[in-house]
């Protein structure tokens, strides 16, 4: 049984697949609160697929671009479950994962991926027909990468002046991460963190000498 989850968006998505399809996927309720519903989320879609952890075969990870925080909380949890069941974890742009899913609805078209980055930016990559990765991912305004092809993702809802063709998902599914792994329809990468830009939060750096 495939384990995945992404936090790379304000909301955590959870799912479990069999090989065969997802049985069980599920979205927290409340936004920017990975920390607290990562782990009962996981063990809430292993209790509704009636399994325990050492049935699990592999970890699937959204690697982002993401913020910092809601990142960490999903990688740590995929690394530590793969580190204490000895199975392998595999890492996804969530990009990709949202251009998959976009893909088989778009009718042949190439599009982009814009997903809310903050700051009033925009994380985005391009994609073809199929779905393929063609450009980025990149983190810039809005304006700078405003364009006409459809856009999948946040970023259009929340700049539609500069991406007036919004479609598609809008946030990364857990489910559809499953599918991109199970179905090598993206790159697979190691659970690293795709950033795009240094933390918000920095560590502290030393205090200059007193002259």
């Known amino acids: 049984m ?3 989850f992404d936090t790379a968006s304000p909301t955590v998505s959870v799912a479990l697949h069999d090989g065969h399809d997802v049985v069980v996927e599920l979205v927290s309720d409340l936004a920017m609160k990975h920390g607290e519903q990562l782990a009962p989320l996981i063990e809430q879609a292993m209790l509704e697929a009636g399994i325990v952890r050492q049935d699990l075969t592999a970890i699937g990870v959204g690697i982002g671009p993401g913020p910092f925080t809601g990142l960490r909380v999903g990688l740590v949890t995929a690394r530590t479950l793969g580190f204490a069941l000895e199975i392998p974890v595999y890492g996804v742009c969530s990009l990709d994962v949202l251009a998959a899913e976009a893909a088989a609805a778009l009718g042949g078209r190439d599009f982009v991926v814009a997903t809310d980055a ?3 930016e925009v994380y ?7 779905g393929a990765r063609t450009a980025g991912p990149v983190v810039d305004k809005p304006a700078v990468v405003a364009t006409d092809v459809p856009v999948v993702g ?7 002046d500069h991406f007036p063709q919004r479609t598609g998902p809008a ?3 857990a489910g559809w991460l499953a599918r991109v792994i199970t179905d090598e329809l993206a790159e697979i990468h190691d659970p690293e963190p795709m950033y795009l830009r240094r933390p918000d939060v920095e560590a ?5 000498p007193v002259s």
């Open 171 to 173: 946030r990364p599914s």
């Open 124 to 130: 985005l990559a391009s994609y073809d027909a199929e």
């Open 118 to 120: 903050r700051r009033k």
């Open 2 to 4: 495939l384990l995945t």
């Open 154 to 160: 946040e970023g259009g809802t929340l700049y539609p």
């Open 204 to 208: 502290p750096r030393p205090r200059k």
